[in-house]
């Protein structure tokens, strides 16, 4: 059971990873594009939008690459895991608007997806993996817990 649960979490890392390297790269490639689709929230103060489009693809790819090797790997599931719960806030503030509204998840060329309770279910779902992400595997805190040397 603990081999297939740290096989779960392994999968969990990558398809997460995949999924925040899918939003960010179109991002980083057309920040004109993602400054628009902030505008379009009308959520964000007109000054701060070019900062949050330079920031969250760059604290996406960084979450994403630090599951796959590895590094500070918990840290990295708390910053995506941060990032989901901002965009599923930004998602139901959309629906309780009644704004209909294109999401911009990834990118603007990407097949459009209006912002809906399927999208804020999927982000749950998203949600949940980034937990099983952040997982350590079962057994290695307890053996490094008994290093006390």
């Known amino acids: 059971m603990a081999r297939g649960l740290a096989a779960l979490a392994v999968l969990a890392r990558l398809a997460v990873a995949a999924v925040f390297l899918a939003a960010a790269l179109p991002k980083i490639a057309d920040p004109a594009g993602f400054v628009a689709d902030l505008r379009n929230y009308q959520v964000f103060p007109h000054w701060s939008w070019t900062a949050i489009a330079g920031l969250v693809p760059m604290l996406e ?66 949600l949940a993996l980034v937990g099983l992400a952040g997982r350590e595997a079962p057994g290695v805190g307890a053996a490094r817990a008994g290093d006390v040397r």
């Open 61 to 126: 790819v960084v979450g994403a690459v630090a599951l796959v090797i590895g590094w500070k790997r918990r840290a990295a599931a708390v910053l995506l895991g941060l990032l989901t719960t901002s965009f599923l806030i930004l998602i139901g503030s959309v629906i309780a608007r009644g704004i209909d509204l294109q999401c911009g998840c990834f990118g603007r060329d990407a097949a459009a997806e209006s912002i809906g309770w399927p999208l804020f279910l999927r982000d749950v779902g998203l």
